[in-house]
């Protein structure tokens, strides 16, 4: 997958997966897709690929994904070859009650195929998306400093700064999730007792003005409110003002610049659910 340089303080700070000299481009597709659908689809690509599975191993797999339970998981990696080039197709399934949570990796002619038959089939569920709580430091955690990064510093031209990672240290950081995939984030810095201010949130491109937004801040107040937390605020970005006060936000004090940009200040009174 994209390989990413560590050091959030480098200019080389990007995706190297974007230059065109590391070779074949990977690609990954998820989604929610019904259980016969998914038995459609698989049908649809053994019938189709020039290598296909082991005898047996396609039944045994409809198999194991028709059985899978609410909460329950499975990860297979396959060999196939698809207009004469080889190549892994990797696959995680989550079951839901008549329906799967599912996730392809792949490049090439393979993973194009892949797209043409799973592709019309899925469907990005918000709901199915989950708040997590990673640690600085983790895998988990450079995994969020670079959607932040991509998102919003990089537009800016702006680097991480020796300040900005020392509140990395005190702040608390949360992703929000389908299957393992990372596709919103924010952090959250304690100001007082049940006071808190959220900072750097950001919705990766691809899932951007698709209710994921929404999902992340409904996810985060819940998890807070049930903290004892009774008022957020936070900095917004005036051109994205308008969509935190849909939320419940409401605008403090006067315009002002942070990074270069016009921000205002919004804060909301959360409702407690412990």
């Given at each position: 997958?994209?390989?990413v340089?560590?050091?959030?303080?480098?200019p080389?700070?990007?995706?190297?997966?974007?230059q065109?000299?590391?070779?074949?481009?990977?690609?990954r597709?998820?989604?929610?897709?019904g259980?016969?659908?998914?038995?459609?689809?698989?049908?649809?690509?053994?019938?189709?690929?020039?290598?296909?599975f082991?005898?047996?191993?396609?039944n045994?797999?409809m198999?194991?994904v028709?059985?899978?339970?609410?909460?329950?998981?499975?990860?297979?990696?396959?060999?196939?070859?698809?207009?004469?080039?080889?190549s892994?197709l990797?696959?995680a399934?989550?079951?839901e009650?008549?329906?799967?949570?599912?996730?392809?990796?792949?490049?090439?002619?393979?993973m194009?195929?892949?797209?043409?038959?799973?592709?019309?089939r899925?469907?990005?569920t918000?709901?199915?998306?989950?708040?997590?709580?990673?640690?600085?430091?983790?895998?988990r955690?450079?995994?969020?400093?670079r959607?932040?990064f991509?998102?919003?510093?990089?537009?800016?031209?702006?680097?991480?700064?020796?300040?900005?990672?020392?509140?990395?240290?005190?702040?608390?950081?949360?992703?929000?999730?389908?299957?393992?995939?990372?596709?919103?984030?924010?952090?959250?810095?304690e100001?007082a007792?049940?006071?808190?201010?959220?900072r750097?949130?950001?919705?990766?491109k691809?899932?951007?003005?698709?209710?994921?937004?929404?999902?992340?801040m409904a996810?985060?107040?819940?998890?807070?409110?049930?903290e004892?937390?009774?008022?957020?605020?936070?900095?917004?970005?005036?051109n994205?003002?308008?969509?935190?006060?849909?939320?419940?936000f409401e605008?403090e004090?006067?315009?002002?610049?942070?990074?270069?940009?016009?921000h205002?200040?919004?804060?909301?009174?959360?409702?407690?659910?412990?």
């Amino acid at each position: 997958m994209d390989r990413v340089v560590k050091d959030p303080t480098s200019p080389d700070y990007v995706m190297a997966g974007d230059q065109e000299d590391e070779g074949p481009q990977e690609f990954r597709m998820v989604g929610a897709i019904g259980k016969e659908s998914f038995r459609e689809f698989v049908a649809e690509l053994d019938g189709t690929l020039e290598k296909s599975f082991r005898p047996g191993q396609l039944n045994t797999l409809m198999g194991k994904v028709s059985n899978l339970g609410q909460g329950e998981s499975l990860s297979s990696l396959f060999s196939l070859s698809y207009r004469g080039q080889a190549s892994a197709l990797q696959m995680a399934a989550e079951g839901e009650e008549t329906s799967l949570y599912v996730r392809m990796e792949g490049s090439g002619p393979v993973m194009e195929l892949v797209a043409e038959k799973f592709g019309p089939r899925i469907q990005a569920t918000v709901e199915l998306a989950r708040l997590r709580e990673v640690e600085v430091g983790s895998p988990r955690y450079e995994e969020l400093l670079r959607l932040r990064f991509l998102e919003l510093r990089l537009p800016l031209g702006l680097r991480w700064t020796v300040d900005d990672l020392k509140w990395e240290q005190v702040e608390r950081h949360f992703g929000l999730y389908l299957l393992d995939q990372p596709v919103a984030v924010v952090a959250v810095r304690e100001l007082a007792e049940g006071s808190v201010k959220l900072r750097q949130i950001a919705t990766a491109k691809a899932y951007q003005g698709k209710g994921f937004g929404r999902r992340l801040m409904a996810l985060i107040e819940e998890q807070l409110a049930g903290e004892g937390v009774h008022t957020c605020e936070l900095n917004s970005r005036m051109n994205v003002a308008d969509f935190y006060e849909k939320l419940g936000f409401e605008r403090e004090e006067e315009v002002f610049e942070e990074i270069g940009i016009p921000h205002i200040k919004m804060e909301k009174r959360l409702i407690p659910n412990g």
